[in-house]
């Protein structure tokens, strides 16, 4: 699978602070239109799930980075840089809702600050991932800092879920899509899974959660599959999530679910929620 779009830009990156515990947004590197954007912005009201038909579609397992095969009509939704409190939660309620799994790339040092909300998170049957550990651009370290940051953020995560004898997948994103031959070489030699992206929602950038909205779904029809990402992180993410849910429905796309298999990093036991409906590797 080919990366899609732009990386994410560094200077794009929320700078995450933490207080009582709780991360917050430091003023000093967003402007003050983002910052009314994070408070002025609540979840869009979701229809009954009642009224919508079979969003979910088949389960698709993986053992090494590559291909994931997917049809036409077919996406995987993927979200980067949590977990978050309170937008980690809501998102997983409106998953709930429309009954269909993601897969959560997440932080080390988010995990550690929220060991609780990791553990929900595979409670509810989603499939957990790695981002580094402090979302750093791997492409500007040498290769042994890059591979020391990727297993930091794995141990993080590995750490909050083994209170419920779980690890996670063997699923890794570049923070930014920032990498190099090297890089990407080394960590697929160390048995991650790199997860590649074909359409950027970039909800990240200051804007209404229409206006993220209408772009992804353009740019979905555009492709018309592929892996989206998304960030947990955010409120306006968390706002538009039903109505890009109700969309997708209604133009007949299926939600597939990600699992990997072959051991984890550390050959512990991996994630495999509804593992009745796993499908044969690809």
Avoid: W
Wanted: one cysteine or more; hydrophobic letters at 40%.
């Amino acid at each position: 699978m080919l990366l899609a779009g732009c990386a994410k830009p560094p200077e794009m990156q929320p700078d995450l602070t933490v207080s009582n515990g709780v991360d917050t947004m430091s003023t000093g590197s967003i402007n003050p239109m983002a910052m009314s954007l994070r408070t002025a912005y609540q979840p869009m009201p979701a229809m009954p799930s009642a009224l919508f038909g079979k969003l979910a579609g088949r389960t698709v397992t993986v053992s090494e980075s590559g291909p994931l095969g997917l049809q036409p009509g077919e996406i995987i939704l993927t979200f980067d840089d949590g977990p978050r409190a309170g937008t980690t939660e809501s998102i997983l309620d409106t998953l709930d809702q429309f009954g269909v799994k993601a897969t959560f790339l997440m932080l080390g040092s988010a995990a550690e600050r929220h060991p609780l909300l990791v553990r929900e998170v595979a409670a509810r049957g989603h499939t957990i991932g790695t981002h580094t550990y402090d979302h750093v651009d791997l492409s500007t370290l040498s290769n042994q800092e890059a591979i020391a940051e990727i297993y930091a953020g794995q141990q993080a995560v590995a750490a909050a879920l083994a209170p419920d004898d779980l690890a996670p997948s063997r699923f890794f994103r570049f923070p930014y899509l920032a990498q190099n031959g090297v890089i990407r070489t080394s960590a697929v030699e160390s048995r991650f899974i790199v997860l590649d992206v074909d359409i950027d929602s970039k909800d990240y950038y200051a804007e209404t959660p229409q206006q993220v909205l209408e772009r992804t779904l353009a740019r979905l029809e555009e492709r018309g599959s592929g892996v989206v990402l998304f960030h947990d992180i955010h409120l306006r993410t968390a706002a538009l999530l039903p109505e890009f849910l109700g969309a997708l429905r209604e133009r007949g796309y299926q939600v597939v679910t990600l699992r990997s298999s072959g051991g984890g990093v550390f050959d512990g036991p991996v994630i495999t929620a509804d593992a009745s409906s796993i499908d044969p590797e690809i």
